[in-house]
């Protein structure tokens, strides 16, 4: 009991709720009165300042008392990631690594289920361009540059 109250997480939790909660409030107040001086809009901030005030004790609760290595619900129920071509490394081509029991091969969707399948014909156009930019992916990922939108 005592470490989940005394952890760094847990300090965390509490410095930041020590900030927020009478920071959301005094913003309130603010608000309140410039909305008595005349400021229509700041009526709704007036009501909602304190709501923030009160997430802020609701989320650090929730925080404090929730497991922090332990995976949500969403996360146990996937399936393990499929190999892609960052665990390739250098010099190795997705096409020429040899397919493992279940794999998928790369640029094709998951089956869901034999009806969908046979309703929809596979477009050989879309996977060869999907193909194709997964491979530029791949080629992208073994340079290692920093990320930008910027070209040139």
């Not at 071509?85 to 493992?100: C, M, N, Q, S, V």
């Amino acid at each position: 009991m005592r470490v989940r109250w005394l952890s760094r997480r847990a300090l965390l939790l509490h410095a930041t709720l020590a900030v927020t909660f009478p920071g959301f409030l005094a913003l309130g107040w603010w608000q309140l009165h410039r909305a008595l001086g005349g400021n229509e809009l700041s009526w709704a901030y007036t009501v909602e300042w304190p709501l923030f005030s009160g997430y802020s004790v609701f989320m650090w609760w929730k925080l404090l008392h929730e497991a922090p290595d332990a995976p949500s619900s969403a996360q146990a129920s996937l399936p393990p990631p499929e190999e892609d071509a960052t665990e390739l490394g250098p010099g190795k081509d997705a096409a020429a690594e040899p397919a493992r029991a279940g794999a998928r091969p790369p640029g094709r969707r998951p089956a869901e289920g034999a009806a969908r399948q046979a309703a929809e014909p596979e477009d050989e156009d879309l996977d060869a361009a999907l193909e194709a930019y997964n491979t530029y992916l791949a080629q992208l990922n073994l340079q290692g540059g920093r990320k930008s939108w910027r070209r040139g």
